[in-house]
């Protein structure tokens, strides 16, 4: 009697974990050939994905506009119209056009960038930079001047000088809220290039996916399997004697 209970709910169990057997044989199969199916760079562009991981800036996005370009930040992206040139950038303060090239302001840098959008030099303090930018711009001798925390500073980027003055006249670069067009065009890049389907397959295989619900139900499945396991050989057990 007992064995035949045993056995009847051995089977239920075994239909019940054969979905999740699936699911964690399939992802750990593709999982393991990670760099070979380039998993780390094949984005998630489906929008229900994109919405249930939340992934938005975290501010929204503001730009300044040099000449006819609009330098824009959104979240820790920079970009030069819809043109990604770096990741991981702090808060940017401005940008000024500079004979052919860009220079573009952060809180402790400043870069360098030609009118291809490639950097060509990055500054930080080692090369002078003041702590503390809070803005950049040109004074009428289309002289190069920052604004930092302990007053302004005429900077000479060939010879990598900075002379601080006390107050300096400038036409100030100024950040605000980007054109509806291209701040859609940039969420639209930004939310497409967020979310890897390596994460997607990762959370997945663990259940992470679902939230917490996920990972008790990849839990309770793991218990299935050694309950299986538990049965079975009692099972066989049984039947050698």
């Known amino acids: 009697m007992l064995l035949r209970l045993i056995h009847r709910w051995h089977r239920r169990f075994g239909i019940i974990s054969a979905s999740f057997v699936l699911l964690l ?28 991981y939340n992934i938005n800036p975290r501010q929204e996005p503001r730009g300044s506009k040099a000449h006819d370009l609009w330098v ?4 820790e992206r ?4 819809e043109r990604e040139i770096r990741k991981n950038v702090t ?7 500079y004979a052919d090239e860009l220079i573009i302001a952060f809180d402790s840098e400043l870069l360098v960038v030609n009118s291809d ?7 930080r303090g080692a090369q002078g930079v003041p702590a503390g930018m809070r803005a950049i711009g ?28 006390e107050f300096i006249k400038a036409d100030w670069s100024e950040t605000g809220a980007l054109p509806d067009d291209l701040k859609d065009g940039l969420l639209k890049q930004y939310r497409g290039k967020g ?47």
Request: aromatic share 8%.
């Open 78 to 81: 920079l970009y030069i119209n």
């Open 72 to 75: 824009s930040q959104v979240g």
């Open 91 to 97: 808060e940017l303060i401005g940008a000024i056009e």
């Open 138 to 165: 040109k004074t009428v001798n289309d002289d190069i001047v920052v604004r930092a925390s302990h007053g302004d500073y005429i900077v000479d980027l060939d010879r990598t000088d900075w002379h601080e003055e």
């Open 195 to 241: 979310l890897s389907m390596e994460r997607v397959l990762l959370d997945l295989h663990s259940g992470r996916l679902f939230g917490q619900f996920g990972v008790y139900l990849i839990d309770a499945s793991a218990i299935l399997f050694f309950i299986l396991a538990l049965t079975g050989v009692w099972m066989w057990m049984s039947r050698i004697k």
């Open 25 to 52: 044989v399939i992802t750990g199969l593709i999982l393991n050939h990670t760099d070979a199916l380039r998993l780390d760079r094949k984005y998630v562009q489906n929008r229900l994905l994109l919405s249930l």
């Open 117 to 123: 959008g490639a950097i060509i030099e990055s500054l």
